[in-house]
């Protein structure tokens, strides 16, 4: 039972920690059972991940991103939230301690932390690159880049210098879908923004380890992406690695050199911290290994949902992707399993519905691929992306917003969202 007074004691305790996709699945299903939710979360809003590239480059603003946490639960009246950071997790005492709020003991435990940002130990990386994984890092690039122009507008010989130049890190789909976005806002807005810049003054790198990128994907649709990247004038540099980041050059282990003074992280992910002072031996990428119930084994009261479990799909027998949708289902699983639980009835085990790889590359521009190998690309798979993208958004409202924003700027090409506000 928990420590806390904010639950009655009488009934089992739910802990569930990130309120990310994993997590508010698992709060939101157990809206009809006989126990206590407690959701923690170091922030007090839920962050849409897919669209924070759109945020970076202007087309969305912080509000269609990041949504409320509090707001999701306002006709659940078995569950509490807090704004804490998890400092740490004892499996075997059940309980968790946080900043400020005092320590919580529970019955069933649902870790939602998701991942964080892996520089994989690259000489400056964690000081000066532009990781693009939370909201803050959305902003944070926005800014730059915005800051860049304006700096270059006023003082041209940092044009020379390569002040408007991006180095995006990763042929992945936060890279690729950040290079695109990059060079459709330099091109289509900041151009005209700034009439006195030169045409040729910003060049925008994407530079991938392997020899091509979106190595997740077929061969078809890496060859459309990268042609669509090329068109947009991204210039691709694969098999190649960034050795060193400073703030104004980005050396590759090939030897060359970028004059770039913004370079952006989309390379790696590894789980989340905390999952080191487990105890437990971790899958590849740092991440937590479950059963069919999504429960590790040697602490069956203990679910790990979302981007910090390695999931076996039970069709394929592979591990499944870091993606919107598997946190979605995989949280919403742990949260029906635990109601069963409660309930003394038995629960299922977890099957994953695909809803496809996807990622879009520009304007009219996206791909998708199921787990069955069937494919799609342009106009149709950034239909796809959208639908399946609205789908995942937390309530009618972000998906208006969204709607709105998406159609506003298809129609008029604007990014009104391309300001700086300095606080
Ligand atoms: C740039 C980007 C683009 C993406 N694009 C797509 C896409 O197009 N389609 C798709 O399906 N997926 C996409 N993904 C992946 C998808 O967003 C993730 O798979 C999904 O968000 C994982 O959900 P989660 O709940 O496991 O983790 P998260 O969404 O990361 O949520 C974890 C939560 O835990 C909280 N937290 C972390 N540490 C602590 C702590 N110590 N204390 C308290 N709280 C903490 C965080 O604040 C966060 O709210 C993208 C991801 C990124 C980064």
């Known amino acids: 039972m928990s420590d806390r007074t ?3 004691g009488a009934r089992p305790v739910v802990l569930v920690l990130g309120g990310g996709f994993a997590g508010i699945g698992a709060a939101q299903h157990l809206g009809k059972s006989d126990v206590d939710v407690v959701l923690v979360d170091k ?26 946490v509090r707001d999701l639960f306002h006709d659940q009246d078995n569950v509490r939230i807090h704004k804490d950071r998890v400092t740490a997790i004892d499996l075997g005492a059940r309980k968790v301690e946080f900043g400020k709020l005092g ?7 649902v870790l939602g932390l998701g991942a964080e940002v892996n520089f994989f130990g690259v000489d400056g990386a964690a000081e000066h690159a532009f990781p693009l994984y939370t909201l803050p890092d959305a902003v944070r690039l926005k800014n730059q880049v915005l800051r860049m122009w304006e700096a270059a507008d006023k003082e041209p010989d940092l044009i020379d210098d390569g002040a408007l130049n991006v180095v995006v890190v990763g042929g992945g789909p936060t890279g690729v879908e950040t290079a695109g976005a990059l060079t459709e ?7 005209k923004d700034y009439p006195d810049v030169p045409e040729d003054a910003a060049r925008v790198f994407l530079v991938e380890a392997s020899p091509e990128i979106f190595s ?12 669509a990247l090329t068109e947009r004038g991204v210039e691709v540099l694969t098999g190649d690695v960034v050795a060193s980041v400073s703030p104004l050059r980005v050396r590759l282990k090939s030897g060359k050199e970028l004059r770039a003074h913004t370079l952006v992280w989309g ?5 989340n911290a905390l999952v080191q002072s487990l105890g437990l031996e971790l899958e590849r990428g740092n991440r937590i290994a479950v ?22 799909d039970a069709k394929t027998g592979q591990v499944l992707p870091q993606l919107g949708s598997v946190a979605l289902q995989s949280g919403e699983h742990a949260g029906e399993t635990i109601a069963a639980l409660a309930a003394g009835k038995d629960p299922k085990p977890f099957k994953y519905r695909d809803k496809g790889t996807m990622a879009t590359i520009g304007r009219g521009s996206a791909v998708v691929q199921m787990l069955g190998g069937k494919t799609m690309k342009g106009r149709k798979a950034q239909v796809a992306w959208g639908a399946v993208h609205l789908a995942l958004l937390p309530t009618n409202q972000n998906r208006a917003k969204a709607v709105v924003d998406w159609a506003g700027a298809g129609l008029t090409h604007q990014r009104s969202a391309r300001i700086t506000v300095e606080t």
């Open 6 to 8: 904010d639950t009655n």
């Open 267 to 271: 390379a790696g992910l590894q789980g």
């Open 216 to 227: 997740m994907f077929k061969p078809e649709l890496r060859a459309y992406a990268l042609e």
């Open 43 to 68: 922030n007090d809003y839920h962050t849409f991940q897919p669209l924070l590239y759109q945020v970076a480059t202007g087309l969305l603003e912080q509000p269609a991103v990041g949504h409320p």
């Open 291 to 312: 059963d069919e119930q999504l429960r590790i084994p040697s602490h069956p009261e203990v679910f790990a949902v979302g981007d910090i479990a390695a999931i076996t």
């Open 185 to 191: 806002l330099y091109n289509g807005l900041l151009r």
């Open 103 to 109: 320590p919580i003991v529970y019955d069933y435990l």
